[in-house]
């Protein structure tokens, strides 16, 4: 789908795509968004869920490529998707590659009803303006790198954190005690932040320069690290984050 013009005003959902309705197993490949603009403003009681997915009974979607849409969408006090996929049945989305975008008013990029619904998702070389909110909900694990704007809020204790440009840690509830894996390709760099220090918090880079794992300790707002992976383990550009 290419080069078309999709708009919503008011006291409407906004759900431009959706695969609804399927009951049969059936496997949907190498889908395209290419050029599109997604013009929105609706009221707060409605939705924009810009590619919707209610398919159930197995069905997947395997292989979508997202790139060089405009996403200008104002979803009022409902969140704004660009993937959501609600349903429990269905066997997912996979291999999603999302670069070339910009976006105006972005909330929760990608949403999944379930871990392992919607994975091994790249956004990349997007342009994210004006928007202060997260990139994903807690049941996506998306590779995020070399972005403009944007970022991911960390708040779950355990958790294994995304690879993403920049993380940023809310410790208002708990303590996010957290792992950050090894990185997937040479030259990938992540920046976390603590946004909230309520509670202090320990991360562990699983192979770092000077320990295998290394755990830098964030207690006060604003403590950084920025890290860089060299093909095998994290090296540390800067940091005010305590080792």
Known sequence: MTNNVFKALGTTNFHPVWFYGVTAA??????RFDGNTFDADVDGSYSSRILRIDAGS?????????????FNVDPGSYACYLIYNGYTTNDGVT?????GNTWRHADNILYSSQAGKLTNVYVHDNHFIDTTYTMTNA???????RN??????CSSN?????????????SDDNAVDATLP???????RVIIRMTN?????????????TSDPEVFLFDAVDEYLSLEWTGTEWVTIAATATP
């Open 26 to 31: 059936v496997e949907y490949k190498n889908f």
């Open 197 to 209: 220090a309520d509670n202090e918090s320990d991360i562990s880079v699983t192979h770092h320069e």
């Open 95 to 99: 291999n999603v590659n999302i670069f």
């Open 182 to 188: 090894d990185g997937t390709e040479m030259g990938q």
């Open 58 to 70: 197995g069905s997947t979607i395997n292989g979508l490529t997202i790139s060089n849409n405009l």
């Open 158 to 170: 355990g958790m294994t954190l995304p690879l993403a440009d920049c993380l940023l840690l809310d």
């Open 148 to 153: 403009i704007g944007g970022y991911i809020t």
């Open 139 to 145: 049941n996506c694990s998306p590779i995020v790198q």
